[in-house]
């Protein structure tokens, strides 16, 4: 939302209230005769500017302002706004999760592609640890749910995630500059200034600055979670006519940390407790809490850093034929992250590096689309689609697996390891690329049989193909080639009907695919590396209501959708005999499936005073597993049995069956024009559980958020102040709870942000 429009909602004293995944601080503005009714929200869901309410898809938005206003500075915070959105970081930065409608997938090994596609202005990135990156001068963020392949290609089988940024402005010349400062010593300082070179050019230009001492404390050394990012873009927009539009982009960031703020942990109440005694005496001797709500930390920093680098450059072409309009976009990325992490999470000086080592991703993304004007009975998009990426993995692993094991021994004083048992010894290097190619052909089309009603369906060719190279890692492999490609067909189709002006009612059937895969750890063997995975097949069935009423002061939308996955590619933990231990597999974890219910509601409550709520219900779990039966011990946990896990029916990773958010904005006057709000945002998740073998202790209890802002708009908002407080109940969470079986019972807890009650305030000057 533009600061005008902000302005204007605000003096019309209008909010909304929203009851599902929609969360977007749209408002309301006054007409001619003074009354009051709610903004239409504008999206791109469908590759063209329309009210979000009239677009046949499920689809969430939320302004840059609204994610200032609530003190939320990356895209990881997002879920806060948007229940059906999780993700999840932990001890890695490579290792990001982001599920939409409760499925989702996580990328530890290059060879395996995100199921939810990450676009920042049509681009599609190539990890999901792409979200673990900053927002800055953002316009808005739309998050489409459900397989959107046919118009959105690439990664996008169980939706879209995509960060639109501000453009530069030909009207007037103008910016701002904006500091955020918080507890643990977080601050984030945002600059940009935009306008007219003359009536053929303009431009914008854009930085940040984000500094943090860390928000888990560390006995060992740096706090964990310590980082310092930065980053800038420009932009120059040309129109050499009157009917072309050209835009230029390039952009830089970069991110050094600690990596994911994780801490060891142990719940003896879910058969999670740590016995060993050389273990036990470490976490005495330094008085270390591991119990449930625990934020501490002891271990040694050596070997746990993180550097995340991107750069990127893009154009924009779009040129106006006559009734018609051509639009092509080029994007060329290069993104690189280095990173080690610890083992053990204690003083013991284990590894030397672990995953040390590059991961690149050098990508190159063309699209070229023709869209029709809107005829009296259709109208109709086509286009064509290329994506290359290049990825090298080169992996070293430089340390002793186990701090518990027999023969591992260690200096009190100095805690440098003096002996490692020779079957715990990991010395070994890899280099491992993937070269991929993804081109697809596209249509779409709506025609419209009646004044009220239309039809609509979409058409994607797909061609992939990739191959890899690996040599090396803990199995001594030589140097492999094998490559594979494959072909596919996507499809939609529904209908909508408008049943009067403020309401329609639609229902669509989707198809999705993303491609087959690659396991290329540091562990795999000849036969993984070789048996290549089957893609993903998705199929979605979804009916739907958008409607306002009340002269506009109510909005209420609803949707039920039922989502089928066959050929999940998913990563799993399988017990080897030989070893004793599990070892790590990527798998076609048979079909899964989601189905369930959201609800959006906004609502003009009074001429000062917004309420929303948004929620989503839905069951999520594994349908059927086929031939795929994981090896495991005899355990406790009733999912082992007979040495075999068996998990249909049970549910999905990241996938809570209950998700909300409530949030009330009061808008006040002040003096001399001026004005100011108060905000309270809740948001409740049920229980989630964070482990394949869905052992007890790996399932998140439910919990519930309480947050506050408020905010004073001065001179028209050219100053605005904003004061924040989040988690205020200080409720306990993590962001992900994981086992690396190292710990003789322990497990690892990743520690958010807002893991504690926490303020920060900002201050923004616009001119």
Not at 228 to 252: C, I, K, M, S
Not at 609 to 636: F, H, Q, W
Request: net charge negative.
């Amino acid at each position: 939302m533009s600061n005008g429009n902000v302005r204007r909602f605000r003096r019309a004293g209008v909010g909304g209230f929203a009851l599902s995944t929609l969360v977007l601080a749209c408002g309301a503005v006054a007409d001619e005769n003074g009354e009051y009714g709610l903004e239409e929200v504008t999206v791109t869901a469908q590759k063209r500017e329309a009210s979000i309410q009239d677009v046949p898809v499920s689809v969430s938005a939320t302004t840059g302002q609204a994610l200032e206003d609530a003190g939320l500075s990356d895209m990881s915070a997002l879920g806060e706004l948007i229940p059906t959105l999780n993700i999840n970081s932990s001890d890695e930065d490579r290792v990001s999760t982001v599920t939409i409608r409760g499925i989702g997938s996580s990328q530890t090994a290059s060879g395996i592609e995100p199921s939810t596609s990450i676009m920042y202005d049509g681009e599609v990135f190539a990890r999901s640890a792409a979200i673990n990156g900053d927002l800055a001068d953002i316009e808005r963020v739309e998050v489409l749910r459900g397989p959107q392949g046919t118009l959105f290609g690439k990664n996008s089988s169980t939706g879209v995630i995509h960060f639109v940024t501000k453009r530069p402005d030909f009207e007037e010349t103008g910016g701002y500059v904006s500091v955020q400062a918080g507890e643990y010593g977080q601050s984030l300082t945002k600059a940009a200034v935009t306008g007219p070179i003359n009536d053929k050019f303009a431009y914008r230009i854009n930085a940040y600055n984000k500094q943090s001492d860390g928000h888990v404390e560390n006995a060992g050394g740096d706090n964990l979670g310590k980082l310092d990012a930065n980053g800038v873009r420009a932009q120059l927009a040309w129109n050499p006519t009157d009917n072309t539009e050209l835009l230029f982009r390039v952009d830089h960031s970069k991110k050094d940390s600690t990596g994911g703020a994780v801490v060891l942990l142990q719940r003896p109440d879910k058969d999670r407790e740590i016995t060993n005694a050389g273990l036990l005496s470490l976490i005495d001797e330094f008085g270390l809490d591991t119990q449930w709500g625990t934020n501490t930390a002891n271990y040694d920093l050596n070997s746990k850093w993180s550097t995340l680098e991107s750069t990127g450059f893009s154009m924009e072409a779009t040129v106006d034929l006559n009734d018609h309009r051509l639009v092509y976009q080029a994007f060329t990325r290069d993104w690189e992250l280095n990173e080690s992490t610890s083992v053990d999470l204690t003083p013991v000086q284990l590894e030397s590096v672990v995953f040390g080592g590059p991961n690149i991703f050098d990508t190159q993304q063309h699209e070229l689309r023709i869209e029709s004007p809107s005829y009296d009975k259709w109208d109709y998009l086509a286009g064509v689609f290329y994506y290359k990426q290049d990825s090298e993995r080169l992996g070293a692993n430089d340390r002793c697996k186990n701090i518990v094991h027999a023969g591992t021994s260690w200096d009190p004083e100095t805690y440098e390891l003096t002996s490692c048992a020779d079957s715990q010894v990991l010395d070994f290097t890899f280099d491992t690329s993937i070269d991929l190619t993804n081109i697809g052909a596209y249509a779409h089309v709506n025609f419209r049989p009646t004044d009220n009603s239309t039809l609509f369906a979409g058409l994607r060719h797909v061609y992939e193909e990739s191959t890899i190279d690996y040599e090396g890692g803990a199995k001594a492999l030589p140097y492999t080639v094998h490559d594979t490609d494959d072909t596919a067909l996507i499809y939609k189709f529904g209908g909508q009907y408008n049943l009067t002006d403020e309401a329609m009612v639609y229902a669509s059937f989707t198809t999705g695919y993303k491609g087959r895969a690659w396991y290329n750890s540091g562990g795999v063997s000849a036969d993984d590396l070789a048996a290549v995975l089957d893609p993903e097949e998705s199929t979605q069935a979804e009916i739907g209501i958008k409607s306002d009423w009340l002269d506009n002061r109510l909005r209420l939308n609803a949707s039920l959708f039922s989502l089928e996955i066959e050929g999940f590619q998913e990563r799993v933990q399988e017990f080897d005999e030989g070893i004793g231990s599990y070892v790590n597999r990527y798998i076609n974890s048979g079909t899964v499936k989601t189905e369930g219910v959201e609800l959006d509601a906004e609502w003009a409550a009074l001429e000062n005073l917004t309420l929303k709520s948004s929620i989503v219900y839905m069951d999520a779990r594994y349908e059927e597993m086929g031939d795929n039966v994981i090896a495991c011990p005899v355990s406790t946990f009733a999912a082992c049995e007979n040495n075999k896990l068996n998990i249909e029916g049970m549910p999905m990773l990241n996938a809570p069956e209950l998700s909300y958010n409530i949030q009330g904005k009061y808008w006040f006057e002040l003096p001399g024009n001026n004005e100011g709000f108060v905000a309270l945002n809740y948001r409740w998740k049920d229980e989630e559980n964070f482990d394949f073998k869905h052992h007890p202790a790996y399932t998140h209890p439910a919990y519930g958020l309480l947050n506050l802002s408020a905010g004073i708009d001065l001179a028209e908002s050219k100053y605005q102040l904003r004061l924040f407080g989040k988690n205020l109940t200080d409720e306990v969470h993590y962001g992900g709870l994981k086992n690396k079986g190292v710990h003789g019972g322990g497990m690892f807890a990743n520690v958010p942000v807002n893991f504690e009650r926490t303020f920060g305030a900002s201050v923004r000057v616009s001119f």
